[in-house]
């Protein structure tokens, strides 16, 4: 069966940065190839690139993941009746999340002493709802407000609440996925993959020795030493960074569309507009004030096919050695990329399989200008998107 699977791949150069750090504070790495590589998590990129969606989207394009699921589910049930009070507003939220996810909803224990009004309730694990299943679950919540358990009582309310807690999902509940461990019956299954990025190079943890200085202290009345020292580790990589979307699974998550008017082709190729350009600029923000490590990719292949997802970090299995000369890893990492690519597709024929596409920046990626059509990002953006619809108006 032929599928439309899109492919992002990534080299990336970052100065000193510690982008995503363990529970020590250091930055995470990983072996591979038989030494030890720079890496940045899947969860960290993905976090990042769902940020990155606020400012691409309209909020009630997107979701909510959070604990503090019934607050804004009471919020919104507020906004509809501003009569039902705050505590009332919270037994209502409360009881319709639970009959919609079957997540228990709780208030939370309180610190022994601690003085303050009844904190809201809220859900053992995160809870990841779109704007439109909040919205929804909301009028639900208002329908029952004299008796809500009575009201859920009812199958035909019950089986409502987890209709609207299972359709109209958010483009990124529709890209990244969402577990319910109590309610299987609703979990929507990822549409996009994302691997761990990892330097193309071997690297070693580098450790800088910091110290604050007192504005207040003087000379004549106090010591000279500093007002606070530490350290905090870093490190440099060129990372290779991938990730795939089965575009098909991201339709078929997507359902007929955010609005019940919009041709079934929009809210697929707005997702992965949002996703190729969430993807590709995004950086988490680990320790970004410390190093200021602000850089975008140096070239970025995207290529559409029609069989299977394909990762080519093994064209970095034995890593690039620094250039004898004048250092760097980008000139040999592209050169590996441009030879490995062609002869993996060509051994397993997957050379004519859809079209790709080609963003890069100087003469080091210059290997990489015959994989595919050179554009700029917002050309690459809209290219990707057009070729998705004419293949979905196809489906």
Known sequence: MTRTILELHALQTVPPSCLNRDDTGTPKTAMYGGVLRARVSSQAWKRATRRAFRELLDPMELGVRTRKVAELLADRIHHLDDTIEQSRAWALAAETIQVATGSKIDTPKRNAGKQGPEPAPESKYLLFLSAHQLDGLAELAVKGRDDIKTFFKD?????????????????????????????????????????????VHRVENESDYYTAVDDYKTRETDDLGAGMI????????????????????????????????????????RAV??????????LPTGKINTFGNHTLPDAVLVKLRSSRPINFVA????????????????????????????ELEGVYGLIDEGPSWLLRVGPNTQALSGLGTELSLAELVNAVSGEIARRQDGA
């Open 155 to 199: 199958k035909a309310a019950k089986d409502q609440a987890k209709q609207i807690a299972n359709t109209r999902h958010s483009f990124d509940i529709a890209l990244f996925g969402r577990m319910v461990a109590d309610g299987a019956d609703i979990n929507v299954d990822a549409a996009a993959q994302v691997a761990h990025a990892i330097s």
């Open 230 to 269: 530490g350290t905090v580790e870093f490190n440099s990589a060129t990372l290779y960074r991938y990730a795939a979307v089965d575009v098909d699974l991201l339709r078929r998550n997507l359902g007929a569309g955010l609005r019940e008017d919009q041709p079934i082709t929009e809210p697929v190729c």
């Open 273 to 282: 507009e949002a996703f190729l350009h969430g993807f590709i600029t995004s």
């Open 315 to 342: 064209a970095y299995e034995e890593p690039c050695r620094a250039e004898p000369e004048t250092g760097g890893h980008l000139r040999q990492a592209c050169e590996r990329l441009a030879s490995y690519i062609p």
